[in-house]
């Protein structure tokens, strides 16, 4: 299939930048995660504990799959697929025919690899370089849009930047297509709320969006159909995660060492804290196609 070509504003963070914080180990991440190593913000049950990670990580899948509109479809993409818990959700349980995961994370395509899942394929590349063989039917992305831009960034440039992937969004997808988008965004906080020790030592050539510059970065491509924040979903995530590191703990500095456990246990811990007091959310955002945007 044939994509447009657009000049690429801001390709936002490095592979090298990513390997700073996923590489640590799959090991490492397993001792915290759930079973599927799904990272990002689990969707709860008000009556649930902290037991159910796992069930809440399905529960969230299963919403942007809905939301999406490709149960049975022909071609799902997954932007920053992470370990495969989404690939594996859309092929096993949702009968999708063929879903294709990008990510810039060796470790994380070594992993789907070793699958050797007949309906799965994973891309060791960035969505600037993506040229699908044909149109998707959908597209799902997950706590990736955070790596999209620079923290040095103006708002406008970060915008003109998150447009190019929208651009090309636009053009991957089949007409009617649909997108459902998950990220973390700034709410009630200033740029600078977001710490040197975020900047540097978690996640390093990154930055949060805010709402606004999504939507502006989305006009007269995409129609926003949905969108609801579940800011609350994620501190009972961070929670749990650090818990169970903590229970974890001698095992995880046996692996990785004392510095980067404690490491993780600070931006954990920062992260409770930034959702609980509401200078960040999670958007989940519904996004329709549109076939003839005005220019």
Not at 192 to 212: C, G, I, T
Not at 215 to 239: M, S
Request: neutral net charge; hydrophobic residues 40%; proline residues 3%.
């Amino acid at each position: 299939m044939a994509t447009n070509t657009v000049k690429i504003l801001n390709p936002g963070a490095s592979s090298e930048a990513l390997r700073h914080h996923y590489d640590v180990s799959n090991e490492f991440f397993s001792l915290w995660l759930d079973p599927t190593r799904t990272y990002s913000s689990a969707f709860w049950e008000e009556n649930e504990g902290f037991d159910a990670l796992e069930t809440a990580q399905m529960r969230k899948l299963d919403f942007h799959i809905e939301q999406a509109r490709v149960k049975g479809a022909k071609r799902v993409l997954d932007i920053g697929c992470g370990w495969g818990s989404l690939l594996r959700r859309l092929v096993d349980v949702h009968g999708v025919e063929t879903a294709v995961g990008i990510t810039l994370n060796k470790a994380h395509a070594e992993c789907i690899l070793a699958w050797e899942h007949p309906k799965i394929e994973v891309h060791l590349e960035s969505w600037t370089e993506h040229s699908p063989k044909a149109h998707y039917d959908g597209i799902i992305s997950l706590e990736v849009f955070e790596h999209f831009a620079k923290l040095e960034l103006s708002p406008e440039e970060k915008v003109a930047g998150y447009r190019e992937f929208f651009l090309r969004c636009h053009d991957w997808l089949k007409p009617g297509g649909w997108i459902s988008l998950q990220t973390n965004v700034y709410e009630n906080s200033q740029k600078e709320d977001f710490s040197q020790f975020f900047a540097e030592q978690v996640f390093p050539e990154s930055d949060l969006a805010r709402q606004s510059e999504i939507f502006q970065a989305t006009d007269k491509l995409f129609e926003v159909v949905a969108f609801r924040n579940y800011r609350k979903h994620y501190v009972r995530t961070l929670k749990t995660w650090l818990k169970r590191l903590k229970a974890n703990r001698s095992k995880a500095v046996y692996l990785v060492g004392e510095e980067i456990v404690a490491r993780y246990e600070k931006y954990l811990s920062l992260s409770i804290i930034g959702f609980h007091s509401g200078t960040m959310n999670v958007s989940c955002i519904t996004m329709q196609r549109l076939n003839n945007p005005r220019k």
